[in-house]
């Protein structure tokens, strides 16, 4: 059984960095991507950031380029999200999810997502 379970989530100021933590377990498959989408208060979920288990490749949205970086420890098998410069706007429940569909376009998308975590609350604020 897929198990991703957060962490990280914490309160911090405009201009702060967080590192934001997956622990995943139990996948079996070996062409898969996991990624960081996030929850803002009255808006949709939405994709932040992706990363290719067979090859590397990253994504990040518009939003986010140039101030978070995805990267994955294969020997702990964990994926983090480091984020930096954080702004008011990324206040948001992050979560960490995985699709089977491996890399293609629809890593942008949500409902491309088998697997969820219960996701971590990211605060900036002053």
């Known amino acids: 059984q897929v198990q991703l379970v957060e962490s990280g989530g914490d309160l911090v100021q405009p201009g702060g960095s967080l590192r934001l933590a997956c622990a995943i377990s139990?996948?079996?498959?070996?062409?898969?991507?996991i990624g960081w989408l996030r929850q803002i208060p009255g808006k949709e979920r939405e994709g932040v950031s992706v990363?290719?288990?067979?090859?590397?490749?990253?994504y990040y949205a518009d939003s986010v380029k140039g101030r978070f970086t995805i990267f994955r420890d294969k020997a702990k098998n964990t994926v983090y999200l480091e984020m930096s410069n954080l702004k008011p706007e990324d206040t948001a429940v992050y979560y960490c999810?995985?699709?089977?569909?491996?890399?293609?376009?629809?890593?942008?998308?949500?409902?491309?997502?088998?697997?969820w975590g219960q996701g971590t609350q990211v605060t900036v604020s002053s």
């Open positions: 999810a995985v699709t089977s569909r491996g890399w293609g376009p629809w890593i942008q998308t949500v409902h491309a997502y088998d697997y």
């Open positions: 139990g996948i079996t498959m070996d062409d898969y991507a």
């Open positions: 990363i290719s288990s067979r090859h590397g490749s990253t």
